[in-house]
């Protein structure tokens, strides 16, 4: 059965820092490229970043450029996103999608940037 786990989130100041984790089971990692997307209250779901299967290649929505980073662990079956110099408008759920559409996802993570 295939199960996505995020977890990492809370509730931080704007310019502070968290480290997103989505651990994963059922499949096998290490051949599924990972994404991260969010959904804000009213808003459409946003892709965020993704990382290859190997870990190899990145990308990055302009939004978050700079400021996030996707890495992976195929030995530990878990994808990461470090997000730095949190903004107010990077509050969201934040959700992590295996594969390509549909995909395999979690449930998600909030996190909340306010001060």
């Known amino acids: 059965q295939v199960q996505l786990v995020e977890s990492g989130g809370g509730l931080v100041q704007p310019g502070g820092s968290l480290r997103l984790s989505c651990a994963a089971s059922?499949?096998?990692?290490?051949?599924?490229?990972m994404t991260w997307y969010r959904q804000a209250p009213g808003k459409e779901r946003e892709w965020v970043a993704r990382?290859?299967?190997?870990?190899?290649?990145?990308s990055y929505a302009d939004s978050v450029k700079g400021r996030f980073t996707i890495s992976r662990d195929n030995a530990k079956n878990t994808v990461y996103l470090q997000m730095n110099s949190l903004k107010p408008e990077d509050t969201a759920v934040y959700l992590c999608?295996?594969?390509?559409?549909?995909?395999?996802w979690g449930q998600g993570t909030q996190v909340t940037v306010s001060s």
């Open positions: 999608r295996a594969g390509r559409s549909p995909g395999y």
């Open positions: 059922g499949f096998t990692f290490s051949t599924y490229a």
């Open positions: 990382i290859t299967g190997s870990g190899g290649s990145t």
